[in-house]
């Protein structure tokens, strides 16, 4: 299975403080995906990081990906309370399809 | 961003009724959709891609007669579930992705209650 792990599976943080998000896959892929999803809602796509990058930045958000680990991480810098929600990694595998595999994801609870 | 809206948000209804949701793209044209299950607390199981004008390829241990999908355009796909149980309760999301299909755009969801 392509299914990704995310680790941790709750986080718990005071407003300010950073938070990482760490995501693992089991075969080479083309792209990994960062997805936050709030209570009860679909899911918001943030970050698009390809094989062949190392790090992306968008806003508050930094992704990593090391390919020879096989895993990427999410930093939420500066965190607010409305950051509050699940965030989801999904990983589609190299070889032509892109339809992704997510993994179970990372509550994260952000207090004020 | 792209814009996938989803119909209806929650629906609750007896068993032995089917249910039909709708999943439709507003501001592009989607050549792929998928179709996702979602248990609380738990991530997202794929049941079924569908790609406009042919048969939804279902994922393993997902019933196509059970699920029935349909994706007659480019901006609409829908999830018939048929004689519908209360296992078959949860929160479906659609996604749709453009011809590139890198990224995908995703519905708000419909929760499902059956009784």
């Known amino acids: 299975s392509q299914q990704g792990e995310e680790d941790p599976q709750a986080l718990s943080i005071q407003e300010g403080e950073n938070a990482t998000m760490n995501c693992s896959y089991k075969?080479?892929?083309?792209?990994l995906q960062w997805y936050r999803q709030n209570s009860g809602r679909g899911l918001v796509h943030l970050i698009l990081i390809r094989s062949n990058e190392r790090e992306k930045h968008s806003g508050r958000l930094r992704v990593t990906l090391d390919t020879s680990k096989k895993s990427s991480s999410l930093l939420i810098t500066a965190s607010r309370a409305a950051d509050t929600a699940s965030y989801f990694c999904a990983s589609s595998p190299s070889g032509g399809s892109y339809i992704p595999t997510f993994g179970r994801g990372t509550s994260l609870i952000v207090h004020p | 961003g792209a814009v996938v809206s989803q119909h209806p948000s929650w629906v609750i209804c007896k068993s032995g009724t089917s249910v039909k949701i709708e999943c439709r793209s507003l501001?592009?044209?989607?050549?792929?959709m998928f179709w996702y299950r979602q248990f609380p607390k738990q991530s997202l199981m794929l049941m079924a891609t569908?790609?406009?004008?042919?048969?939804?390829?279902?994922e393993q241990g997902v019933e196509k007669d059970k699920f029935l999908i349909n994706h007659a355009s480019l901006t609409l796909s829908t999830l018939t579930v048929t004689s519908a149980h209360p296992e078959d309760s949860s929160f479906y999301i659609c996604?749709?992705?453009?011809?590139?299909?890198?990224?995908?755009?995703f519905g708000p969801g419909t929760r499902l209650l059956v009784l």
């Open positions: 569908s790609n406009e004008g042919s048969k939804a390829t279902y």
């Open positions: 501001d592009f044209q989607a050549t792929t």
């Open positions: 996604s749709a992705s453009s011809t590139s299909g890198e990224t995908q755009y």
């Open positions: 075969t080479s892929i083309n792209n």
